[in-house]
């Protein structure tokens, strides 16, 4: 009976330690680690990837949120840090490199493992970038798997979202001075992080102009990762249609303002338009990704008006 529980927790213990290096505690992580056999003790690419997570969000030093994002949330009385908020992306950090929170970087990591064990061809690309934060761990990432022949793609005004060129965009966003980062200050993230080198490339401009130069110059490379985080619905379209026929088979898109409604309109048109019917699936309540097994053919007539229709 006695060996029976004593085989028992030797299987359990592993798995349950190996779910601690997700999340938040480290504590919990290091008890852990000390209780198992050194063999079965989680490594050190988890517990690097587990400090880069928790210190990009804010979480290890439990940064306060940004004020003004806290009262126009209507939650004045919200605590100066609260660990459920942050850990899904919920309020935004004064300090911390990225805005999108734990649940969704654990994602992320799981996405890119599971491209690179499955080898889906290209490059890793993120459109709007904030201070950086996501795209720094998608390089801390492929740093922590050796993996030297993917670039990860920045691809960001640097100067905040762009005034509404269309209708179905309210023109509130341009003057969030808060979401306005140059260049420069999210180069010296990925520097201070170690992070910063020929595998990172910076693409600068409002989407519907950097876009078709990206695309021009990346040749007949692929991209097997596409981060989505433009708030707009003519961001979101932007970044659909110069990007979505480069995407490899079995490349994944995380779409991070699904629960924004133009977001959300934009991408189910586009699905509408394309005859997609892809299997969405949730991370948070705010973001959701889904992953392609064919390649997309883009009804560009559609964009070519789009873009007549909009203001310069
Ligand atoms: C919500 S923030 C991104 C958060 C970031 N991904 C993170 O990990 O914290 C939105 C970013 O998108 C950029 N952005 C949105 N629409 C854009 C557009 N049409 N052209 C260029 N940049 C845009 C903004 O400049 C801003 O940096």
Redesign the pocket.
Known sequence: MMRCIFFLLGILLPISCAENYRGTHLQAAVQCSRRTKSSDAPDLREIYLWTLKNSLTGMLLQTPSYQAYVSAMNTADMPVYNESVRSVGRDWPLYGL???GIKRLDNLQKLITTILANNVAGDFV?C????G??SIFMRGVLKAYNSLDRVIHLV??F????PASTPEDEDIWSQVNF?K?PQDTVEDGFSRYHLLDNQVQFHKG???HSLPRFRKNFGDRKIALLRM????Y??TM?ILFNLADVLAPGACIVV?DWVIEACQKAMKEFFDMHNMRPEIIPIDNDAVYFCLDESIDLKMAWYEQFNKKRSP
């Open positions: 990225t805005m999108v993120e709007g970038v904030w201070r934060g996501s960001d005004s100067d905040g979202l762009p979401l980062v409002f989407f519907r985080d433009g708030d707009m003519e961001s932007d991070d």
